[in-house]
């Protein structure tokens, strides 16, 4: 009983190590990097997410320029 008690110690002891390493912020950056890039599908919506912003971006620039009435700026943003 002892043997196994000890064990499971161990074990425990283990597990909180990896814990920790998968939950230092560099490793969760790295750990969600290396998904991003091997994911084909992800690629897709990261371009697609892009291009609709950049798009969003440009139609309010060219759209409502530098307006000063708070109306029409907040229709840019939402636009």
């Known amino acids: ?9 161990e074990e425990l002891i283990g597990q909180v190590k990896i814990t ?6 560099i490793s969760i950056i790295k750990n969600t990097v290396h998904e991003l890039a091997t994911s084909c599908e992800n690629k897709s919506n990261i371009i697609g997410s892009v291009m609709a912003l950049a ?6 620039k060219v759209f409502f320029k530098h307006s000063v009435n708070p109306l029409k700026r907040l229709a840019g943003t939402l636009f």
């Open 20 to 25: 920790y390493e998968i939950l230092i912020p």
């Open 1 to 9: 009983m002892q043997q196994q008690q000890s064990r499971q110690w």
């Open 55 to 60: 798009g969003g971006y440009l139609s309010k």
